[in-house]
């Protein structure tokens, strides 16, 4: 499954959803915008992927020039 939502990634990967719970996806590639001052942010997606028995990988950054930028943007492969 694609998810790029357009920023709503994060709402709905942390979000408590029946659909978490009755239709996993086994694998799943995210567009996130990872932003450093909200690290915090980021880690609550993890965790709630983690909590749902996910793995996860960072399969390509999506900057063509990365440096400087005040937060990551990049596809994530999440699999179970």
Known sequence: MKLDVEGFEH?????NSDFWEEFPPQNLIVE???????AALTED???AMKRRGYRWRR??????IPWGKPCDLANW???R
């Not at 709402?11 to 979000?15: D, R, S």
């Not at 996130?32 to 909200?38: I, S």
């Open 11 to 15: 709402t709905l990967m942390t979000m």
């Open 45 to 47: 997606l993890f965790h």
């Open 77 to 79: 492969h999440f699999w």
């Open 32 to 38: 996130l915008t990872c932003e450093r001052h909200k």
């Open 59 to 64: 399969v390509q950054g999506l900057y063509a």
